[in-house]
């Protein structure tokens, strides 16, 4: 048999191969439907990604809200939400699909090539981002050997531009099939074998109907179970996210304890102050001055990237009235850093619009008692509308960032 020959009979079993795995499900309609709803899913992690990206991350001109407070609670949560549903979506579409990797020829042409090599870049890069996302959020951190938030920022960009060239280069086929297609007699759908496209004609509506289904009630169960750690009427539903908001000392989860960050003996030191700095200007207070200024109570959620959140109240310092003991102007960046050194949150910046908010404060006590240790005692950061991250516990000085 000469290579040729070989590549023929490869092809013809390629092409029996296709035509066996042909079913009701598998059309070309039934992959526009999943895909939309994929674009849609991937659109709204994206923007919730960035959005909290950002956040850590600012460019130097940005500015965000600081209302509702429980913005970033809700956007975070939908990131989470919006990227565990992926998976039933991507696995249905993918079963849909499947078929058309053993297209014969493998690559008819360039533009051919180019097609099904965006494909295998968006299969392969969106499985790694919604796979580590996930694992992101079940906290095994042990396991990345690499920063998380860089690399799954970075992957996003592979995601979105090789989705952007697989929607160009379908778009032919997306606009045909947006809208349901009347019913078509096979001998019209011509090219194809009859074989391959019999579910062309509409036949198999009820398995086509049972396979939506089976995709929608698998994205149901997901987001039901994992959406509880967000939203509280569903925290009863909440399976697969790590934390039970409701669980922790004080009635709301830990994050890191302070034996985990190594903090005990420093955080319980009488000797504990909190230093205030702007430029030559420094001001220091132990606890006793701390209690002496007034003091504020308001609510506001601790909402972690990995998606669990919990509303709590909180009493302390006015984090503004502060830094007016030290005259920092209204517009200077803060960074506040704990008595936790090694570690990259043992310091969080705070830009103007979150450090002069009348809600951020510098907290003393969390739901009517003194802070429990694992929470940040002596003091930490609660501010509102921002990723739990930056809210930094086991405080030891703020400075003003020239
Ligand atoms: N110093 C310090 N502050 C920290 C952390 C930390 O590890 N060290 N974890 C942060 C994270 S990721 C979250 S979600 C919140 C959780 O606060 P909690 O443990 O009081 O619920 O604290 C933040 N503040
Ligand atoms: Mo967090």
Not at 302 to 322: F, H, N, P, Q, Y
Request: with cysteine.
């Amino acid at each position: 048999m000469t290579p040729r020959d070989a590549i023929a009979v490869a092809g013809r079993a390629m092409t029996a191969y296709r035509a066996a795995l042909a079913a009701p499900e598998r059309t070309a309609r039934m992959a526009v439907v999943l895909g939309r709803l994929l674009g849609l899913a991937f659109l709204v992690c994206m923007g919730t990604g960035l959005y909290s990206h950002f956040l850590q991350d600012p460019l130097p001109w940005m500015v965000f809200p600081t209302r509702p407070v429980q913005l970033y609670q809700w956007t975070q949560g939908l990131h989470i939400t919006a990227g565990i549903i992926c998976f039933p979506l991507i696995l249905g579409k993918l079963h849909v699909v499947y078929p058309q990797l053993f297209q014969t020829p493998p690559v008819r042409s360039f533009p051919h090539f180019l097609e099904r090599a965006s494909i295998a870049l968006f299969v392969a890069s969106s499985l790694v981002q919604i796979t580590i996302g996930f694992i992101n959020t079940v906290q095994w951190y042990q396991l990345f050997a690499f920063p998380f938030r860089q690399t799954h920022y970075a992957l996003s960009f592979v995601v979105i531009g090789s989705l952007a060239v697989h929607i160009g280069v379908k778009l032919p086929v997306i606009l045909r099939h947006w809208r349901t297609q009347p019913r078509k007699p096979v001998a019209a759908t011509s090219g194809v074998t009859g074989r391959v496209h019999r579910w062309m004609d509409g036949s198999g509506t009820t398995s086509r109907r049972a396979f939506l289904a089976t995709v929608g009630a698998g994205s149901a169960v997901v987001a039901l179970t994992t959406a509880g750690q967000s939203f509280a009427p569903l925290q009863p539903l909440n399976l697969f996210a790590p934390r039970d908001p409701r669980v922790g000392p004080q009635g709301l989860p830990v994050n890191r304890t302070a034996e985990d960050a190594e903090v005990v003996q420093l955080a319980q030191s009488a000797g504990w102050t909190l230093s205030i700095v702007a430029g030559a200007r420094r001001i220091v207070l132990d606890r006793e001055a701390l209690r002496e200024l007034e003091q504020r109570t308001v609510d506001l959620p601790i909402a972690c990237v990995e998606g669990w959140s919990r509303m709590a109240t909180w009493t302390g310092v006015r984090l503004s009235d502060l830094l007016d003991l030290v005259e920092a102007p209204a517009d200077a960046r803060i960074r506040a850093v704990s008595l936790e050194t090694n570690s990259s949150y043992g310091v969080s910046e705070i830009g103007p619009e979150f450090a002069r908010d009348e809600l951020t404060l510098v907290a003393l006590e969390l739901n009517g008692d003194e802070l429990d240790i694992d929470h940040g005692y002596p003091a930490r950061i609660i501010s509102p509308g921002r990723p739990g991250v930056l809210q930094t516990k086991w405080l030891s000085r703020l400075e003003v960032i020239a």
